[in-house]
């Protein structure tokens, strides 16, 4: 009963830390384009990072070497340290764009002025951290997060094509306007695999004293948690491709995602969708502010971990706490958190090569993980999707350039 | 200095203009029928004004030069553009539910409007 507890526990983290404020954009926005055209790469995306998260938590488990520790051995100084400086941006980028979000939610609930939701929303955060514990952190933003579930209804109230919708699941290419279509596919992929999830499993790993027992709840964990975040991203492109494709609406706003919601169900679908929002993009925040803390003590070789309290980790913990307030000067400056977040996606997808080759390095290794190393399946799966990674990773900028962002 | 406005920008425009009337008439559709919260409508109305006047500017006589043969196009959809921004200051405002089903039917004939002239462009 405990061990089940435990992967209940774990699923809503993983749920938590997959649909972030990316996610929400980008699926919506690739919905409202294309209808349910890249449900496909949604699949592919959280196949992806199900293989890599599984990798990281084992190699956490067994090892208890998060994902910088490993990037720094397999890399070397001088390679490992373009990957800390690429990761530390892409995270930063992302750590913003998610502080505001947080803002443009509670504005959209409160009615208050943006900048002082920004103030109040890195506040809580700190005091979030500060104060509660890494599990309790996981579960209210996880279970809370759940809210998110909304969109599955609205989803299903709209009355979709469900027979176009199964089409969208086999994989195939827009010829209407190629180009827009692979820049879409490119930031559904990145916004699956954003680095900073694996960063965050792995050292949560090691936080929860993760044993080699532990490599069963590891598994169901990244299998039943991810996937469930890959169901949030279906509904979220089935409600835009549903509603908002025929009407000709372009979503640029968090509100019209909440529209979404509203529209087939009400001012509770909005509650829902609005308090969803703002634990899933709050959980996200915290995800970052700690990657980033996390992969500068682990490349540095310093003490971290929540566990540890401020005083057992000062300089981990003086990190998060110069992250966060960087994201509120970043996010002060008026710059649009979803555009933000568009170029974090963007770039986290260049960034993704230096964060998985290392894991399945590692992972593979039978003399750092013995019995555990990856056995056939998982390097199949892990070769399949370095090669995507690496194929998107060389197209991602040049289809940013080329299609305006996705505006053709 | 004026921007030369093809069609193919215009174009853009003209689905912008679009996207921001047929959402603004989605949410006065919910206030007419108290599907919605107040605070919502207030501020999810002004940041799509607040787009709304982002075009209008785009299209003002002193921003855009029109490409020859797009002058009356231009026009048109500058006209729409101002006409969207100001019913999304008038949902701002809260209206009855009266008032919010009339600004429903007016923003969705706009929406119409402006996709007409996007696929004639």
């Known amino acids: 009963m405990k061990r089940i507890f435990e992967v209940a526990l774990g699923i809503l983290a993983a749920i938590g830390g997959f649909v972030d404020i990316g996610d929400i954009v980008f699926n919506t926005a690739a919905g409202a384009t294309f209808g349910y055209g890249l449900l496909w790469v949604v699949v592919l995306g959280v196949g992806g990072i199900i293989t890599y998260s599984e990798m990281c938590g084992r190699v956490a488990a067994v090892s208890k070497q998060p994902v910088f520790d490993a990037v720094r051995e397999r890399l070397g100084l001088g390679t490992g340290l373009v990957a800390l400086v690429a990761a530390q941006i892409v995270n930063l980028m992302t750590l913003a764009a998610e502080v505001g979000g947080i803002a443009l939610v509670l504005q959209l609930l409160s009615g208050l002025p943006y900048r002082a939701l920004i103030l109040l929303g890195v506040l809580a955060l700190a005091v979030v951290i500060w104060v509660l ?3 309790w952190i996981e579960r209210v933003f996880g279970y809370v997060g759940l809210c998110l579930l909304v ?20 994989p195939h290419v827009s010829t209407e306007s190629p180009l827009v279509y692979g820049y879409f596919a490119v930031g559904l992929l990145g ?23 532990d490599l069963g709840i590891n598994k169901a964990n990244a299998i039943i948690g991810y996937g469930l975040g890959g169901f949030l991203s279906f509904a979220l492109m089935i409600t835009a491709g549903a509603l908002f494709l025929p009407l000709g609406i372009e979503p640029e706003l968090l509100g019209t995602v909440a529209l979404g919601a509203e529209i087939p169900l009400g001012q509770i679908g909005l509650i829902l969708a609005l308090v969803g929002t703002l634990f899933a993009v709050g959980g996200a925040a915290i995800d970052t502010c700690f990657s980033g803390a ?25 990190t998060w706490l110069v992250l966060l307030a960087l994201g509120f000067c970043i996010v002060m400056t008026g710059i649009d958190p979803i555009m933000l977040t568009e170029y974090s996606v963007i770039f986290s997808v260049v960034a993704l090569p230096f964060t998985y080759i290392p894991i399945l390095l590692t992972a593979n290794d039978k003399s750092h993980m013995g019995r555990y190393a990856n056995g056939r399946v998982a390097n199949t799966l892990g070769i399949f999707y370095l090669l995507v ?7 991602a900028i040049p289809l940013m350039l080329l299609t305006n962002m996705g505006q053709g | 200095m004026p921007q030369t406005l093809d069609a193919e920008a215009l174009k853009k425009q003209a689905e912008a203009i679009e996207s921001l009337a047929a959402e603004g008439a989605l949410v006065a559709g919910d206030v007419s029928e108290g599907d919605t919260t107040s605070t919502f409508v207030r501020v999810h109305a002004d940041a799509l004004g607040k787009n709304a006047q982002t075009v209008v500017a785009v299209l003002a006589s002193d921003q855009a030069k029109p490409a020859p043969g797009l002058s009356q196009a231009v026009g048109r959809a500058h006209a729409l553009a101002r006409s969207v921004r100001a019913d999304l200051a008038e949902l701002e405002d809260l209206p009855s539910s009266e008032a919010a089903a009339s600004l ?16 004639s462009l």
């Open chain 1, 133 to 135: 514990p890494f599990g």
């Open chain 1, 151 to 170: 969109f599955a209804v609205a989803a299903i109230k709209l009355h979709p094509d469900w027979g176009e919708v199964a089409k969208g699941f086999v």
């Open chain 1, 191 to 213: 916004a699956a695999m954003t680095p900073y999830e694996v960063y965050f499993y792995s050292s949560g790993a090691v936080e929860e004293g993760w044993t080699p027992k």
């Open chain 1, 294 to 318: 996390y992969n500068l003590a682990q490349f540095l070789g310093w003490e971290w971990g929540k566990y540890r309290g401020g005083a057992g980790a000062p300089r981990f913990t003086i």
């Open chain 1, 389 to 395: 990674i690496l194929a998107v990773s060389l197209s």
């Open chain 2, 104 to 119: 429903r039917g007016r923003l969705e004939r706009k929406a119409d409007a402006a996709k007409r002239l996007a696929e």
